[in-house]
C-alpha cells in the first residue's frame, strides 16, 4: 500500500472510527445538522421564553464542544495599549461626517 493510498484511506474514515474520534475529540459527535438543530432548539427556547414575558431564568443555550480557545477568536498578540489609545488610532480611519 502507498502512502498515498493509507493517506485517501484514512481520510475517508467515518466520524463514529475510534481514530477520527481521538482526533476530533468531543467535536466528532457533532456534525453541522447537530450543531444547527443545537441553534435552532436555543433560538425557539428564547422566544418561548421573550413570549413569556421574560419570567424565570433565561434558558441556558445547549452545550456545545468548545475548541482550545473555548470559543473566543483573537487575533494578533496583545499590545498592552489602553483601550482609548487603540479608539482613538483607529478613529483616524473613519470617513468624514456629513452635515
Known amino acids: 500500500m502507498t502512502w498515498r493510498r493509507f493517506g485517501v484511506l484514512v481520510r475517508q474514515l467515518p466520524r463514529e472510527s475510534a481514530t477520527v474520534r481521538k482526533i476530533l475529540g468531543d467535536h466528532a459527535e457533532w456534525?453541522?445538522?447537530?450543531?444547527?438543530?443545537?441553534?435552532?432548539?436555543?433560538?425557539?427556547?428564547?422566544?418561548?421564553?421573550?413570549?413569556?414575558?421574560?419570567?424565570?431564568?433565561?434558558?441556558?443555550?445547549?452545550?456545545?464542544?468548545?475548541?482550545?480557545?473555548?470559543?473566543v477568536a483573537r487575533y494578533g498578540r496583545p499590545t498592552g495599549r489602553p483601550n482609548r489609545e487603540v479608539v482613538a488610532f483607529l478613529d483616524q480611519f473613519k470617513p468624514p461626517r456629513k452635515e
Open 31 to 71: 456534525t453541522l445538522d447537530t450543531h444547527l438543530l443545537a441553534t435552532a432548539v436555543d433560538a425557539i427556547r428564547a422566544g418561548n421564553w421573550q413570549r413569556g414575558g421574560g419570567k424565570g431564568a433565561r434558558p441556558k443555550p445547549i452545550k456545545r464542544p468548545r475548541s482550545k480557545n473555548d470559543g
